[in-house]
């Protein structure tokens, strides 16, 4: 079975870091575009962020984030890490990892609706004060 598991949330003051991990058992081979999502009180989960397992690069990141976020994967030990510095308090959320068996999906910055994923992990809590 394929399984994928965050960990690494937790609360920090605005201006504050936070690496998160998805550590994913049952994957083989590379054919796979990961993401992290990220879900904010009373709104629709929303992509932070692609990764290429194959290509080993990232593929989108998303303007809210961008210049604070940045993804990267250790693949020898099939964790994908997302790293969020300057952290603000709309960055709040349930932050998710998903999988799919799909290259084309992490590829020219395509960034897939959350419904186009296949895996999900039971997400991990961000919460950031002011």
């Known amino acids: 079975a394929q399984v994928l598991e965050e960990t690494g949330g937790g609360s920090v003051e605005a201006g504050g870091s936070l690496k998160l991990t998805c550590t994913a058992s049952?994957?083989?081979?590379?054919?796979?575009?990961m993401a992290w999502f990220r879900q904010l009180p009373g709104k629709e989960r929303e992509v932070v962020g692609t990764?290429?397992?194959?290509?080993?690069?990232?593929?989108y990141i998303a303007e809210s984030v961008k210049g604070r976020f940045t993804l990267s994967q250790l693949l020898a030990k099939d964790m994908l890490f997302l790293e969020m510095n300057n952290l603000k308090p709309e960055d709040t959320a349930i932050y998710y990892c998903?999988?799919?068996?799909?290259?084309?999906?992490?590829?020219?910055?395509?960034?897939?609706?959350?419904?186009?994923?296949?895996?999900w992990g039971q997400g991990t809590q961000v919460t950031v004060s002011s």
């Open positions: 990764f290429s397992r194959g290509g080993n690069r990232v593929d």
């Open positions: 049952g994957y083989t081979g590379s054919l796979f575009c």
């Open positions: 998903a999988a799919v068996r799909r290259v084309a999906y992490c590829a020219g910055g395509y960034h897939p609706a959350a419904s186009e994923y296949t895996s």
